[in-house]
């Protein structure tokens, strides 16, 4: 079976930056777990799952804008300082999250007010490019359930 849209991959991997530093590396954990087609991860790195097979080994290497996208200088935001999840002392530089109208957001710390602080929305890894080792561990057809909800079930992936 290869990886198409509707398929539920599991696979294991290790994530570089462009200096070659490992950043994440599952091989010695459960794999991860998604549906392809769904955008569920990265579309470079899915792109580039299209038409593997269980047992596949392979790299890829994404530019920025096919990774986590370029920088944006403009995604900043003031906040009032309650409404950040977080314990202790903000600090410039610490990653929060912080609930919108649209659920739960991620970013980091750029300048800490009395009251309120200036936080960075764009992607921790925006602006690099990465690269992936890969290894397929399994592929199954998604159920009716993944299917309506545009997720993996499951150990590695999305549990409800």
């Not at 935001?77 to 929060?96: F, S």
């Not at 764009?122 to 998604?142: E, T, V």
């Amino acid at each position: 079976m290869e990886i198409s849209r509707n398929k539920v991959v599991s696979f294991h991997y290790e994530l570089s930056n462009g200096e070659g530093t490992v950043l994440e590396d599952n091989f010695n954990d459960t794999p991860s777990l998604y549906m392809h087609g769904a955008d569920n991860i990265i579309s470079g790195l899915e792109n580039a799952m299209a038409g593997h097979s269980v047992g596949d080994e392979f790299e890829v290497a994404l530019a920025a804008k096919d990774a986590y996208g370029e920088i944006e200088p403009n995604k900043t935001e003031r906040i009032p300082a309650k409404y950040l999840k977080h314990e202790g002392k903000i600090k410039v530089g610490q990653a929060v999250r912080f609930n919108t109208d649209k659920g739960m957001r991620n970013a980091t710390i750029l300048k800490v007010g009395k009251f309120s602080v200036d936080v960075d929305l764009n992607h921790p890894l925006a602006g690099q490019s990465l690269s992936f080792k890969i290894l397929i561990k399994d592929i199954r057809d998604a159920t009716d359930e993944e299917i309506r909800h545009r997720h993996a079930h499951g150990e590695g992936g999305h549990q409800h």
